[in-house]
Structures are given as C-alpha cells and as structure tokens.
C-alpha cells in the first residue's frame, strides 16, 4: 500500500509567485490499484507523481510504503520499488548507448557498478525474450544506437526497462502523450498486459479520457490540489468517457474558462 498524508506543497515560498497547491492532501493506494489520474494543467497530477517518487520534496506530510515511512528516503532509494516512465521516450532511456546496453543498465538498476563490463554476455539471450515480447524486431537490432529508434519503439524499451527489477510501484506520468494514436495504442496495450503479469500497483496521469475509462481499477480527478472525483470498483466501470467530460467543463465554467 501507498499512503500520501497530509502533504503540503508550496511552490516559490516567500516571493510575489507563491501557490499553495497541495493544502493537506491524502491519498491511500490499495496493493493491486491501477488508478488513471487526469485533470487540467496544473492540477497537481504531476506535481503527486513527483513527491511520491522524490523528485520534489513537500514541505511537510508523510508519504507511507508498505506502512514504512519513506518521506525523507532520496529518489534513487524510493526507485529499488518504483519504476517510473515519463511522457518523453528519451528520459527513460539512454540514446548514445546501444539496446544491449541499455538493457544492461536497466537490469542492474539499484547495483554497485565496479571496473567490470556494464554488460553480461550470459544475460544476453534473456534480454532478446524481453524485446521480442514487444513485437518490434529489437530483439535483432541489440547493437543500434537506441538513438536510432522511433519514439514509440523507445517508448516501448521504456516501458520493458522500468518493470525489469523487481518493482512493486509503476508510475505513468502521460506516457503516450507525445505518441501517434496507433503507438499509443500499443503502448496501452503493453502496459496492461505488464501491469496485470507482474502484478504492479499502478498510478498513470493521462489526458487520454478513453484511457483513463477503459483502463484500470481507479479513476481520479485532480482539480487545484484536491481529488474532485475518486470512483472504483463497480462505479469505476460505470462511467464512460461522456461522465469525465461533463465533469470537466462544469469545474473549467467554475474557473471562468
């Protein structure tokens, strides 16, 4: 389980900018929950995403995994759990270095690299089975540059690389935003079917409507720091995309948009 309680998060403290976006925020994140999260520009989706993996740090509240308190754990400890894939392919992977190699890298995550070879050749036949799962040929193309590769084929690596630990969280931060709509099919489809065999407690911030009604457990709105709308379960799979559009404008009227 994941548990954010009572955060609260200011940005630019103390100058004429200051905004007070999370004002005693809580969420609980049940083992198993795959939740969609959408919400307008500076809803504070992202800015959740990054306090529950460490890249920023709240200025007070607790952040619980597993009952354990980890608010004060650095971002590369916090990732030994979480693996995280980001709306641009190229954060999640290494461009000047091969897919062998990024294979590699992403296989020793959280390990004491030594003066040794980054890359086991014994552990080479393993990484082809987890490419050719993809269904993208990169199985045969483990020397090209990944540099080379398609937005969506990095994507793809992406994605395979932050579930190649033992993880217990995946973080989807619009993951395919900036993908054509049939690679962003793909990708959903990929992270679905990832998602349910590893078994991964998931939270993914979309501003896809069609892909937050039609996947996962959880759906949730974010709207100035607060969650508008948290449905589950039953309720969850009673909404359409129709449901999430109406809520939309009436919070966009509310705003004078």
Known sequence: MLELKDIHKIYNPGTVNEMC????????????????????????????????????????????????????????????????VYQNPSMGT???????????????????????KGTDKRRVGYYREQLRQLDLGLEDRMDTKVGA?????????????????????????????????????????????????????????THNLRYAVEYGNRLLMMHQGEAVLDKKGKEKEEMCVEDVLKLFNEISIECGN
């Open 149 to 205: 590769l398609s937005g969506g084929q990095r994507q793809a690596m992406a994605l395979l690389m932050s579930t190649m630990t033992p993880i217990e969280f995946l973080i989807l931060d619009e993951h395919t935003a900036a993908l054509d709509p049939k690679t962003a099919e793909m990708i959903m489809e990929l992270t679905d079917k990832i998602v349910k065999e590893k078994e991964l407690t998931t939270i993914m911030v």
């Open 94 to 116: 290494c461009p000047s270095m091969t897919i062998l190699e990024n294979m590699s890298l992403a296989d020793n995550k959280g390990r004491f690299f030594g003066l040794g």
């Open 21 to 84: 976006l999370f004002d005693h925020f809580n969420l609980k994140v049940d083992k198993g929950d795959f939740i969609s999260v959408v919400g307008s520009n500076g809803s504070g989706k992202t800015s959740m995403l990054n306090i529950i993996c460490g890249s920023i740090a709240a200025q007070s509240g607790q952040i619980l995994m597993d009952g354990k308190d980890i608010t004060k754990d650095k971002e590369h400890k916090r990732n030994e759990k979480i693996g995280r």
